[in-house]
Structures are given as structure tokens and as C-alpha cells.
């Protein structure tokens, strides 16, 4: 790429032996005849270097530098000043409102030959250096948030299977006596009929009592009540179940795991956000589930695949509700949809919704770290990426997604139902 060499001097002479000069050395030229149309200059044409004259009416060569110097879009473009100024103040005053150098009239071509290349090299390094330090920092910051999110989920795994074993203990004891107390009220009942049959004429003061408990009300409930005790106690022990499929530890090796238990069990954490809320109806999830086997795999990173899509398609469904308007309805029903078949040597896994599509120069972005178009503070920019890093690095598979605005997304994990161990990655 050819540089552009923006030269600002209000003598006629001046500016046409630089111009030819830089010409034939293979540079790019550009003129200003004064400091206020060399700002508008570069406004529309950012060079890479300036050459300035000291000495202009309006505004001078010092007062067009510091302006320049201000402005962000044109602070990091080197200046060199061009002067008969041999006194050292002025040279001085040049430098300290940004120039790099300067060179002294009458011209000597070697000398700007010489110094104009030098300060580019300098400036191109400046800022070949100033991007792999932006880059260097990205991927510092996207590891980091990475290493977060891995011990938040690797510290949440450990949370959840701890809560669920300690849900389990006390879940076991009220199912285990919800039944000891079906049997002993059954047994209780059929003593009070037996009496109830043996007194023919039971004391006043016990017709009395038997209407203030309303023995009838209580046959008939008490069964009812113990049943409902009893079923919300099986929900539990579902939901811890769901806990400990989805927070299997990590391992270094892969195990076989079955991969619709692994987005049941997500499917039962994320239960609270697909539930009818204000302003939104409940989401619907239709499962299509082929017959698929076990497959070796990290369960534990799995799950946080399914965590991260199925989080991303709420979050999706949410957002068109939020932006509803009249000229764009909604679907009749929110909906996501998860489908699993073997492909090959492959088992595809598709979860899709209905919301309102990825626009397509978003779309080759969305697998980069940090990358986000939520709100700040509503997304990281990291779940999709780590969602992409566990399939196509860990599991040896691929991520993809198709999408079409006002149509909806649909992602698909593809997973080797035979993974290789040895090649790998551990």
C-alpha cells in the first residue's frame, strides 16, 4: 500500500518541488495551501505522514499541529515541520506541541527523502505494535472471562450436586413416612369404622366430638392430602435428579453419557424461564427424539452446551416480545424445538426456535469471544463461544447455525458417536 504524504505550505514553489519529489520516490501526494484546509484535508483523507509548514497566515503550522494532535482520529499521525526558523525556541516549541522532527528550508532531497521514510517505518511499527497489543489484550480478556466462566460453572457443578445429595436426604424421609402414615391412617380408619359399628348408641359427648372433627371430611381428604405431600416429594426427587445428571463432575476422560438425559435435565433447571411470565406467554418445547445411543463424551461441558443454546434461545424469545410492535406480530405460539438423530457416524442435535432470526452480517460473528449484541450487563459475549470451543475442540464435532430474520435460528451440535480418545483432546 502506498503511502500518502500530505504536505501544507502556502508557497506555490514549495509545495511543487516537494510534489514532484515524492512523486517520483513513489509516494502519494496530497496539498493544502493553509493550516485550515490542511484540518479539512484530513477530514476527508487521513494521511500517513504530514509535512508542515511553520510559517502560514491564519492559522500557523504550530496552532494547526496541536489541533491536530487534539483529535483523536489524527493524533498518532507524524508531523514534521518545515521552517527557516533556525533558532533553538522554535524548533523547541515544535516538538512540544507534537512534531517529530523537522526540516530546514531550503530543501535538501536526500535529507526529506531520509527523514520522511524514517518516521513512516516508525510510524507503521507504532502501529503494527498498537494491534497486537489490542489483539494480545482481547484474547487476555476473552481467556480470562473464559477461566471465570469455567470455575462459576465448575463451582456451580459442585453447588448443585451438593444441594441435590442434601435434597435427597430429607426427600427420602418425608416419602418414606408419607407412606408409613398412609398405611397407619388406613389401619386408623378401619379401627374407628370397626367401632363405629360395634357403638350402637355412642355417647353424647362423642357425637359431639365426631362432628367437630368431621370424620367424613377427614376419610375422605386426609388420603388426598397425604397423596399431594407424596407427589410434590417424587417432583423433587425428580428435580434433584435432573441436578445430578446435569453437574456430573469433569473428568479427564470421556465417558458415555446419554445425551437426552443431559437436555432433560437442562431442560428442568431452565424450567423457571420457560414458564408464563408478565408480558409474555409460556414458552412451548417440543422434543423429537431419535433413537440414539449412549456416546463417549464430557458430560459436564455437554450440558453447558445445551445450557448456553437453550439460554441463548430464551433470551432470543424474550427479546422479540420485548420489541413487539403492531406491524410485526407475533407467532401464535413461542417455541423451541429440539431433535436428535444419528447421521452417519455422527448424532446431530438441533434446537431451534421461532424468534426473530440473526441478521446475516451478524451471523459470521456470533461464535467470537466477547462478541454480543445484548445490552450491557445482559451478555458476555462468551456463551456461544465456549458453547463452539467444547464441541469443535473437545468433542472433535461441529457447531453450526442457520438462521433467516423473522424466521427464527436453529443451531446444530453434530458429535462423533465414537469419539477418538487418543486423538483427541484431553
Sequence with gaps: MTDLVL?????????????????????????????ERALQQVARCLPSLILLDVMMPGLDGFETCLRLKENPETAQVPVIFMTALTDIKSKMRGLEVGAVDYITKPFHTKEVLARIRTHLRLYHLTEKLAQEVENATTELRASQMQLVQ???????????????HEINNPVGCILGNIQLAEDALGDLFKVIRGYQQELKEPS?????????????????????????????????????RSLRTFSRMGSDRPQLFNVHDGIDSTLMILRHRLIYKKGRPVIEVVTDYGEIPDILCFPDQLNQVFMNILANAIDALDEMVSDWQEANPLPDVLKITIRTRVDGEFLSIKIGDNGKGIPEQIKPRIFEHLFTTKQIGKGTGLGLAIAHQIVTEKHLGTLTVESQVGQGTEFEIRLPTQLDVESGPA
Aim: zero cysteines; proline letters at 4%; charged letters at 20%.
Design 7 to 35: 504536505i501544507v505550505d502556502d508557497t506555490p514553489t514549495n509545495l511543487d518541488v516537494l510534489s514532484l519529489t515524492l512523486s517520483n520516490s513513489g509516494f502519494e501526494v496530497a496539498i493544502a495551501t493553509s493550516g
Design 150 to 164: 469455567s470455575e462459576k460453572m465448575s463451582a456451580l457443578g459442585s453447588l448443585i450436586a451438593g444441594v441435590a
Design 204 to 240: 353424647p359427648e362423642l357425637l359431639k366430638l365426631l362432628a367437630q372433627i368431621d370424620l367424613d371430611y377427614l376419610q375422605e381428604d386426609l388420603p388426598k392430602l397425604l397423596n399431594s405431600i407424596k407427589g410434590s416429594g417424587e417432583r423433587i426427587t425428580t428435580i434433584s
